[in-house]
């Protein structure tokens, strides 16, 4: 599995540019007016790994694949969105398809390109947004619980729906209490749970220091995720090969791109760990959850190699590259055979042996 990020804000803060730079494209149109992407663009970008790189070429594999992060430009929101104002039904239920929510939010002057609510105030952009989510999901659950108290709702179900009604209520995003909770509020479609990123929009001069604005976020949002990136720099990078890359990003002492910051932040923010496998006909990362037991990460790769899982065989991605092989490894006495209750861990190398 890799994951999937909606890019989501205001009209005109950059989505559509930001979307062009991370996937590379240039399919998404960015324009001085809103609404301009109406429907949701999608990319599909390899999370390219520095570790799978070396795995394939000590195997000699034929083929090497990445796993990928998918990104979902979604139509700008307005006020009202939750009523329908602007695109808003249409980007309530993009937003419900992505496993994160990347919050666009314009922290840069510029008298060329109009701000729909005629200033520049990031914080309360974030509030907009916020207030519109909200609003979406005190209607799913005023009608959720209509709908329970006379169907198939169990009593634990509705005790759950009034608790997290009287928290939206309050104007508040609601509060996951335990796995159950949210399961049962992911498939009801509630966006306040979904876990986010703010990602600051500035300009070059601002991207390494920040400025008044992201100060402003930062002050606002001390509990977030918040990260600055320059959307027409990365707009630029994304033409450049490798070589020209690296010495436009030393030119402007950029160390890492918006990309490499967004799969990082991403993995971390849902908690994603990765393992490879590695031989002769193919090289692979697999995304799985942290803590994922060694049957449920066999069953990434085959639905039926959990039910039939008999054991792993394990190694370090640094070990492997040590050593030259899992035979060698093995020599070494670095390869470990691992049963049903292994907690696979991030950088495994796995073999997994299944009945057939």
């Not at 992911?186 to 920040?210: A, M, T």
Request: hydrophobic fraction near 35%; aromatic fraction near 6%.
């Amino acid at each position: 599995m890799g994951f999937k990020c909606g890019i989501v804000g205001l009209p005109n803060v950059g989505k559509s540019t930001l979307f062009n730079a991370l996937t590379a494209s240039k399919n998404a149109e960015a324009a001085n007016f809103p609404f301009c992407t109406i429907d949701p663009n999608i990319g599909v970008v390899d999370v390219v790994d520095e570790r799978l790189d070396a795995l394939s070429k000590l195997s000699n594999s034929k083929k090497k694949i990445y796993t990928n992060i998918t990104f979902v430009d979604i139509a700008g929101l307005v006020k009202g969105a939750s009523k329908g104002e602007g695109l808003g039904n249409k980007f309530l239920s993009h937003i419900r398809e992505v496993d994160a929510i990347i919050h666009l939010v314009r922290c840069f002057d510029s008298e060329k390109i109009t701000h729909v609510n005629s200033k520049i105030n990031p914080a309360e952009d974030l509030e907009t947004i916020k207030t519109e989510i909200i609003l979406s999901d005190l209607d799913i659950v005023q009608k959720k619980m209509e709908k329970g108290k006379k169907k198939s709702l169990s009593d634990k179900e509705l005790k759950i729906l009034e608790e997290k009604l009287k928290q939206l209520n309050n104007g508040e995003e609601v509060k996951i209490n335990s796995e159950d909770e949210e399961k049962f509020l992911s498939n009801i479609g509630l966006l306040s749970i979904k876990p986010k990123i703010i990602v600051c929009n500035v300009d070059e001069e601002n991207l390494s220091k920040g400025n008044k604005y992201t100060e402003q976020v930062k002050d606002k949002y001390k509990n977030e995720k918040i990260i600055n990136i320059c959307a027409d720099i990365e707009d630029q990078l994304s033409g450049l090969d490798k070589s020209e890359r690296a010495s436009f990003m030393q030119d402007i002492g950029l160390n890492k791109t918006g990309l490499n910051q967004l799969i990082k932040e991403g993995y971390d923010l849902l908690k994603l760990d990765t393992f490879f496998t590695s031989g002769p006909e193919e090289s692979r990362a697999w995304t799985i959850k942290k803590n994922t037991l060694a049957p449920k990460a066999a069953s990434v790769i085959h639905t039926d190699f959990e039910k039939n899982f008999i054991r792993a065989e394990a190694v370090t991605c640094e070990d492997f590259i040590k050593f030259g092989s899992a035979e060698k490894c093995k020599e070494n006495g670095k390869l470990r055979i691992e049963g049903k209750d292994y907690v696979v861990k991030d950088g495994d190398v796995l073999h997994f042996r299944v009945n057939p």
